[in-house]
T-cell receptor, first 111, second 112 residues
Framework: GIQVEQSPPDLILQEGANSTLRCNFSDSVNNLQWFHQNPWGQLINLFYIPSGTKQNGRLSATTVATERYSLLYISSSQTTDSGVYFC?????????????FGQGTRLTINP | DSGVTQTPKHLITATGQRVTLRCSPRSGDLSVYWYQQSLDQGLQFLIQYYNGEERAKGNILERFSAQQFPDLHSELNLSSLELGDSALYFCASAMGVNTEAFFGQGTRLTVV
């Protein structure tokens, strides 16, 4: 099945810093989503981005489907950005739809 | 609020017992997914339903079963519970095939 790898696994930054999180996937995908899991366990949708670039405030994402990777950029980090960031790709095989998750990047923003 | 409702939010039960987790998808969504997240682990895909039919199966144990009802809500049944089944169980819904998925708040199951 499709493999999703995220890097780095852990990232510790000071408030105000910028960061780039990467997601590589092993096969063609029909779609890609980025999620933030906050310290309370909630999974929050950040981007639905099969290709191209999107921006939402301090966050932006770029997916290059032909090269099988996606990047999540966080600028001017705040302590509330802490948590785990997951990339998930949609694998569609014979009508079976699987959203396959990477192992996540744990981001810690220190004040 | 994603619009996906999971109940209960927390559940504590003993080994050997059976529990049912419930998921109400967003209005209009036909697809429901179930995931398991053990402590400090990623999200493991369990099963997917589309408009009442099972469409995809992941690493779901034989002790676990699920269904999607005509009103599109879904239930995940976990039986003969073991300590290792303690985890956060998420439900997600999507409008159809190849559309954005939204997650509920999860049910935190603790088996003692």
């Amino acid at each position: 099945g499709i493999q999703v790898e995220q890097s780095p696994p852990d990232l510790i930054l000071q408030e105000g810093a910028n960061s780039t999180l990467r997601c590589n996937f092993s096969d063609s995908v029909n779609n890609l989503q980025w999620f933030h899991q906050n310290p309370w366990g909630q999974l929050i949708n950040l981007f639905y981005i099969p290709s191209g670039t999107k921006q939402n405030g301090r966050l932006s994402a770029t997916t290059v489907a032909t090269e099988r990777y996606s990047l999540l950029y966080i600028s001017s980090s705040q302590t509330t950005d802490s948590g785990v960031y997951f990339c998930a790709v949609l694998s569609l095989i014979q009508g079976a739809q699987k959203l396959v998750f990477g192992q996540g990047t744990r981001l810690t923003i220190n004040p | 609020d994603s619009g996906v409702t999971q109940t209960p939010k927390h559940l504590i039960t003993a080994t050997g017992q059976r529990v049912t987790l419930r998921c109400s998808p967003r209005s209009g969504d036909l697809s429901v997914y179930w995931y398991q997240q053990s402590l400090d682990q990623g999200l493991q895909f369990l099963i997917q339903y589309y408009n009442g039919e099972e469409r995809a199966k992941g690493n779901i144990l034989e002790r676990f079963s699920a269904q999607q009802f005509p009103d599109l809500h879904s239930e995940l049944n976990l039986s003969s519970l073991e300590l290792g089944d303690s985890a956060l169980y998420f439900c997600a819904s999507a409008m159809g095939v190849n559309t954005e998925a939204f997650f509920g708040q999860g049910t935190r199951l603790t088996v003692v």
